[in-house]
């Protein structure tokens, strides 16, 4: 499964490195795929979620911290996670795992 590490029985989530160049502008971070040359806008969840997967931090730790910071189920934010992790993973941003 692309873009999730296995360490022991938890999934940890990695970005692909040297597959794409990034930049923080005020509360956004633009991130180019070396590959396509493909822009990518993230603000928001988008950005919170990007920031936090660091090669370490598995799914549940991840959805467990942005369900207490967003104030919403671990649920509903996990199908978010869920869904950007995997277009993430179709730009080839993530590392293979």
Known sequence: M??????GLLMILAKAA???TETAIDDEIVVMSLAS???F?????A??????IDGTTDR????AGLASDYGVSAEVIGA????????LR???LLAAG
């Not at 692309?2 to 360490?7: A, D, P, S, V």
């Not at 950005?47 to 936090?52: G, M, Y």
């Not at 978010?80 to 992790?85: A, G, K, N, T, Y």
């Open 2 to 7: 692309g873009g999730f590490l296995y360490r």
């Open 18 to 20: 040297g597959s794409y």
């Open 37 to 39: 040359g493909d822009f």
């Open 41 to 45: 806008s993230l603000t928001g969840t």
């Open 47 to 52: 950005r919170d979620i990007w920031l936090r």
């Open 60 to 63: 549940e730790s991840l959805v």
């Open 80 to 87: 978010d996670v869920d869904d950007f992790v995997a277009q």
């Open 90 to 92: 179709g730009a080839g």
